[in-house]
């Protein structure tokens, strides 16, 4: 039996992103990715007796950046909490969190899949710090501790439990991500940790109102993990309940190796942590000018963009979504259209032959050899007519990438590959074509029209693709209609 038709899948997801600040929400130690074990830990990172955390301005802005761009209505009056929970890797024996008065509440992320367009509504967003790392496999008999991650900012962002399949939940961190890469809030960076996600996952009878109870998968390190974990989770819970046995409110982890998930703990409840205002810091106001003024920041998000696009530069609608889906073909994009006007051209290029280099090269639009403007010299040069589409986007671009001292005109110069408008090189190359074909000449002149085609390829082959195709067919019907 299809158990889809009788159960619902109910998804929560709880992300949390680390902002991009150079250092940690409550001291000045840098948060760079990757630099040797316990190097960027003062002695507020250790939580050494006396010391004194003081707020990280930045992070603030960012998590207000992150909540207007998502729609949520702002607290203005703030202040954090303690956690209370022991752990190696939390030398404070707290964890200083906005978890229970968040920065910002409510909004939404806008996801299609096959059934169409969902508003996927956020419960929170919130502002906390990271702790450290247990490493368990450096060491034979023990397990040791890097503390530079301790005190990074972290944004939680929550979702209401309104997520119903494991594609609804792909296509919401794929958008969550895109943002908040978009608006320079997070570098979306999973392997890193930048962004980890826990999904709660439950199931219920199609058409009950409440909600069943849940499992928390933790820590899942990629997007495509976090699908699998939910359809994992599902089926196991579907299963437990056709066998008519309890299902356990647990924390588990996802195994990607042996695609299984496994029990870590049962479940805290928020009493356990002992929550308590944190005294050491003051609580921060926030105005309605500070949030006008992030919103004027704020650049035009990707779905904002695309329409953009589609109605100013009359793009279509699927090359605007092309060009959108990425930052960095964004930029290269806007940086194109300083130097050419040939709006559509210059999307055409971008999806056309630099985005098949990039795949062929496996980089990014941004590693892309040539300057923006170079490009837009060639699109130029195109678009004028002086060379044909195929030979710029071949032979041109590749001289360009060996040669990057070189302009678009002089490459095709070095190459002969500027187009002839001249009249007479081109009345040689008709009337020689013309020449080589007495047959299809009568068969034409006899009425078979669509000999043209012939006539005019066999032209611009003897041009090497130089010949101006407009004065080309010009002399063609001249000459045969004599
Ligand atoms: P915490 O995990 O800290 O106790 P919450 O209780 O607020 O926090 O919920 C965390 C996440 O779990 C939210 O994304 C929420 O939507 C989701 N969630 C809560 N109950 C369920 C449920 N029964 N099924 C699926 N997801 C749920
Ligand atoms: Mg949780």
Not at 77 to 101: C, E, I, M
Not at 469 to 475: F, N, P, W
Request: charged share 30%.
């Amino acid at each position: 039996m299809n158990y889809q038709d009788k159960y619902e899948l109910v998804v929560g997801l709880e992300v949390h992103a680390q902002l991009s600040t150079k250092s940690k929400l409550f001291c000045g130690d840098s948060t760079a990715f990757g630099a040797a074990p316990n190097t960027q830990v003062s002695p507020i990172s250790l939580a050494h007796p006396g010391t004194l955390p003081k707020m990280n301005k930045k992070a603030i802005e960012l998590a207000v950046k992150l909540g207007t761009a998502l729609d949520c209505e702002i607290e203005r009056h703030n202040y954090f909490a303690r956690k209370n929970y022991f752990y190696p890797d939390l030398p404070k024996g707290y964890q200083v969190s906005q978890h229970t008065a968040p920065i910002c509440k409510g909004g939404f992320i806008t996801v299609t899949t096959d059934s169409g367009e969902r508003k996927i509504v956020l419960n929170r967003i919130h502002l906390e710090e990271d702790a450290g790392k247990s490493i368990h496999d450096v060491d034979e008999n023990y397990t040791c501790v890097d503390l530079n991650r301790a005190g990074v900012p972290l944004v939680e962002i929550v979702t209401e439990p309104v997520i119903h399949s494991s594609e609804e939940a792909f296509q919401f961190l794929t958008e969550l991500r895109k943002i908040v890469r978009w608006i320079d809030v997070c570098d979306g960076n999973m392997e890193e940790g930048s962004m980890r996600c826990d999904a709660n996952v439950s199931i219920r009878l199609k058409g009950e109102k409440t909600l069943g109870k849940r499992v928390e998968v933790k820590n899942l390190n990629s997007i495509r993990n976090v699908k699998k974990a939910i359809e994992i989770e599902r089926d196991r819970l579907i299963e437990l309940v056709e066998k008519k046995q309890p299902i356990v409110q647990e924390t588990r982890s996802f195994d990607a190796d042996k695609n299984i998930t496994f029990s870590l703990r049962s479940k805290e409840e928020s009493e356990d942590y002992r929550y308590f205002p944190e005294p050491d810091l003051p609580p921060f106001d926030i105005t309605d000018e500070y949030i006008e003024q992030i919103k004027n920041l704020l650049p035009l998000l990707p779905e904002q963009l695309k329409q953009k696009y589609v109605t100013t530069y009359n793009l279509s609608l699927y090359d605007a979504g092309v060009i959108c889906s990425e930052k960095e073909s964004v930029t290269f994009f806007e940086g194109l259209l300083v130097h050419t006007q040939h709006y559509k051209a210059a999307a055409n290029w971008m999806i056309g032959p630099l985005k098949q280099y990039c795949n062929e090269h496996k980089i990014g639009i941004e590693e892309f050899p040539l300057k923006e403007e170079a490009v837009a010299g060639l699109i130029e040069l195109t678009e004028s007519g002086k060379v044909n589409f195929n030979n710029a986007s071949t032979k041109i671009l590749q001289h360009l990438i060996a040669h990057p001292g070189q302009t678009a005109l002089e490459a095709a110069s070095a190459l002969n590959l500027l187009q002839e408008k001249n009249s007479e090189a081109i009345e040689q190359w008709v009337k020689e074509t013309l020449d080589a074909m007495p047959e299809k000449v009568k068969e034409y002149k006899a009425g078979k029209k669509g000999l043209i085609g012939l006539f005019s390829g066999e032209v611009k082959k003897r041009s090497k693709g130089k010949a101006d195709m407009q004065e080309v067919t010009r002399l063609l019907n001249e000459k045969l209609n004599q």
